[in-house]
């Protein structure tokens, strides 16, 4: 979760609201995910559209003195500005098919929205789907903030599972059946809370605590913990 990284600084839901300010995440930003060196990189709150994945794209170029980053295209949507989006090593993977792009309700705003998308490990030749979600945040009531993210999981597992039955192989070549599925984003959800054991349940498996080396995966106010999840 980039925290609203916008390149129209003073936009909606953003608090860089000047050039400075936004270099400044702009700089930070590259700086983290080229040092992290992954090969795909699933980010939310992005403004939507290509300008905030190409600035930040363009950076991470420059910083790793190579032209190996780009990114998935995604359409504007005429709703709300922050979006979910990829940035990829195309020297290790390639993008196969079409984006599957969605939102639950695209008249609300704080409604959840998330992609799939088929991938190549060029290494293997490899295919393997990456679902990236954002389930709506813990606004309102505890008890309606998880309400809603429970509708957002099932919203989720529903795509998912129409995403195993019915589509083609990413390739053009037989079916896509079988093909692994990695789920990536902040759902907004600690590990032993409803939404998440929802997919646990569903047969997904939690790779935050597989990985038990791992203490938190962000510092916000002076606070840690586990809300972005694979």
Not at 32 to 49: F, K, P, S, W
Not at 73 to 96: A, M
Not at 163 to 183: D, F, H, R, V
């Amino acid at each position: 979760n980039l925290q609203n990284y916008f390149v129209h600084v003073g936009g909606y839901a953003t608090k860089r609201n000047t050039p400075a300010q936004h270099q400044w995440q702009c700089e930070k930003t590259a700086a983290a995910l080229t040092r992290i060196g992954a090969d795909i990189y699933a980010l939310c709150e992005l403004e939507q559209g290509s300008s905030a994945p190409a600035e930040l794209v363009a950076r991470m170029n420059e910083l790793s003195r190579k032209d190996c980053y780009t990114f998935v295209v995604t359409d504007t949507i005429d709703r709300d500005t922050i979006s979910v989006g990829y940035i990829y090593n195309k020297e290790r993977v390639r993008p196969q098919g079409d984006l599957i792009f969605a939102y639950e309700n695209k008249n609300d705003i704080y409604a959840h929205r998330f992609m799939i998308q088929a991938f190549e490990y060029i290494p293997t030749e490899q295919s393997f789907y990456i679902s990236l979600n954002h389930p709506r945040s813990k606004r309102g009531t505890p008890q309606e903030a998880n309400a809603k993210r429970v509708d957002n999981i099932k919203h989720i597992l529903t795509a998912l599972e129409t995403l195993k039955q019915n589509t083609p192989c990413p390739t053009g070549e037989g079916s896509g059946k079988g093909l692994p599925i990695l789920l990536l984003g902040d759902y907004n959800s600690y590990g032993q809370e409803e939404p998440l054991q929802m997919l646990v349940k569903a047969g997904y498996k939690d790779m935050v605590m597989a990985m038990d080396s791992l203490n938190y995966s962000y510092s916000y106010n002076a606070e840690c913990g586990y809300l972005d999840r694979a």
